[in-house]
């Protein structure tokens, strides 16, 4: 019996290698646009000891925000897979490193008018005042990094030609790491322009006064679905050097899920834009 169920698996281990071969090398770096949610209660959940959170901060008005990673903050390294049964398609299969600087966010602020001085005009009598005001903020920021497991398949349209374009479905699930939460109150003497977020916090520290803490949390997982689109160029067409090479943009829009220790599960819509190249073998 051993010996049969040996066999069987020897010739399943052929078969499956005459069917499936590697013929290419992917490499991609992007950035990822899109919004994140989140409130209040949730990061005082993540942050139960911050004592900005818990402060009174029912005067301050919320709005959206957007989430932009950096170019660089997401890698994918993958192998492409020709299959027998679909010669049409390409099979990817890599790894993908992503950080995720607003995985949750959430933050307000309101404006402060107050008086300064009174000038009393010394012929009338009439007083006339001098007003001022400040604008107080808060932003919370949850981060992680995420390592993933990326599976794609693409179909392309004038493969054969230097210039070509591609679309299909892909997936991801991994787990994430380096999890903390960053909390910023701030007090701006002469108004906030931006409001609050990542360019404020980088921008207008040294004005006002500024406090910060960071806790760290416990990591969780992730997954996605999206659907890759993109436009490809094949480096040279005569020299042997440049032909396995192309260079292509890809879009990834589609929609993100988050399992966040100790909060819950989190969703969110957006698209990753990638550069990458490939590398083609006969």
Known sequence: MKKILFSIALLSLGTAQAQISINEIYLQSGAFFGQTKGSLADFQTLAPSSSILQQDLSAYQSSPIYSFNLPGQSQTLSLGLKLAKLPNATLRLGLMHTGQRNALSAGGSYTETFRIDTLTSSQSGEQFFIDSFSTHSYHANYTQEQLRLDASLIFRYKADKRWSFFGGIGANFGLSYNAATTIHHRVSPYG???GYGFF?????????THETETFENKGGFGLGVYAPLGIDFQVGKKREFWKPMHLYMELRPGFNVNQIAG???TFSAGNFSNVGIRFQFK
């Open 192 to 194: 906030d322009y931006y």
């Open 200 to 208: 404020n916090d980088i921008m207008f520290n040294d004005f006002g």
């Open 263 to 265: 909060l819950g599960t």
